[in-house]
């Protein structure tokens, strides 16, 4: 039986960083799952996704529960670039409790077919304090190339904290 | 180290299908993991799972859902259609995917579970936990919609097994 499930790549921050990226990604697989831990050097930020490279054509929908209260919004209901990446949820950053970390886990499949691409991504950022969420994504990359790069950066524009960590796993589907 | 996730079953469509079967399915896994990446024909219907061809009203499920104005949940008891995928108020064209994980599907003593993500962005993303009211094991999965609309060319439906050794 073969292996169906292969950690393709792991990056750690060894300091602050702009981004996390994985590029040449082989489409030997059918699905991608990327986990990560990232804590934010600005203030607080969200991670967002960029594919390829391309900047455009992006859209996502997004439920959240902060603690107090549940909402939905898009991401015209969060400041920045909507439509340039993908929205993933909130990490903790400077104006959060020290050394916590968010942990997301990203869901791509058949990234490297040739229709649209749909991404699914789970959140929590607990920090023991307020400015906590926990949040689902559903987002589109309507584009009908296969994925080889993936960028990860603030969706607000602040570097990632040192000791930030995503690994990128392949799945197979035979 | 052994291998615990294991492809059971792919189903890529080669034209528009009303629904897809994975049956004959081993007992021989701890848990189940069902992923889809699919486009309907048109818009509103809801995406459903039945399994062992029960028809019956022995499923229920409970949603929480963003719709991108509201946080909202919703229960469906008592349903014959079968444990909802979602989206609650019916899916448009855009590409969608879901993530279906059933747990301790081969037993025979306990009501089966399943929990799922689904996401379609100018829809909804959803969580859901269904449950299906039968001891027996689960050995067929039938994927299918509440409307007779059909998933689009090209979708692809794969299910894993997982084992706990």
């Not at chain 1, 919004?73 to 990446?85: C, E, I, L, N």
């Not at chain 2, 008592?78 to 989206?87: D, L």
């Not at chain 2, 689960?138 to 689009?152: E, G, K, M």
Request: charged share 10%; proline share 2%; net charge neutral.
């Amino acid at each position: 039986m073969a292996n169906t499930y292969t950690a393709i790549a792991t990056v750690t921050a060894t300091t602050s960083v702009a981004n996390i990226e994985f590029t040449s990604i082989p489409a030997t697989y059918t699905d991608l799952l990327l986990l990560y831990s990232i804590r934010s050097a600005g203030s607080y930020d969200n991670v967002s996704i960029r594919f390829n490279s391309n900047t455009s054509s992006y859209s996502t929908r997004r439920l959240l529960g902060n603690g107090s209260s549940a909402s939905s919004d898009t991401t015209s209901g969060v400041s920045g670039s909507p439509g340039t990446a993908a929205l993933c949820g909130a990490i903790p950053g400077t104006s959060q409790t020290a050394n916590t970390f968010g942990n997301q886990l990203v869901y791509i499949p058949n990234y490297a077919g040739s229709n649209n691409k749909s991404v699914s991504c789970d959140s929590v950022d607990e920090n023991n304090a307020s400015g906590a969420n926990a949040e689902m994504t559903a987002s589109l990359w309507s584009n009908s190339a296969a994925i080889t790069s993936i960028l990860l950066l603030g969706y607000h524009g602040n570097n990632f904290a040192q000791y930030s960590t995503a690994t990128l796993y392949g799945i197979k589907n035979s | 180290m052994p291998i615990t996730y294991e492809p059971i079953a792919t189903t890529t469509l080669g034209s528009a299908a009303a629904d897809v079967t994975f049956s004959s399915i081993s007992g021989s896994y701890t848990d189940l993991v069902l992923i889809i990446d699919t486009a309907m024909s048109s818009s509103g219907a809801t995406v459903y799972i039945r399994v062992n061809s029960d028809s019956g009203s022995n499923y229920s499920t409970t949603t929480l859902y963003g719709n991108g104005t509201s946080a909202l949940s919703v229960r469906l008891s008592n349903n014959t259609n079968g444990m909802m995928v979602g989206p609650y108020d019916g899916f448009s064209t855009e590409r969608l995917n879901a993530i279906c994980h059933f747990m301790n599907y081969s037993n025979t003593t306990t009501y089966k579970t399943m929990m799922n993500r689904f996401n379609q962005s100018d829809k909804s993303t959803d969580a859901s936990v269904s449950l299906w009211r039968s001891t027996s094991a689960i050995t067929t999965i039938f994927v299918r919609n509440n409307s007779s609309q059909t998933f689009a060319s090209g979708s692809t439906f794969t299910l894993y097994g997982i084992k706990a050794a």
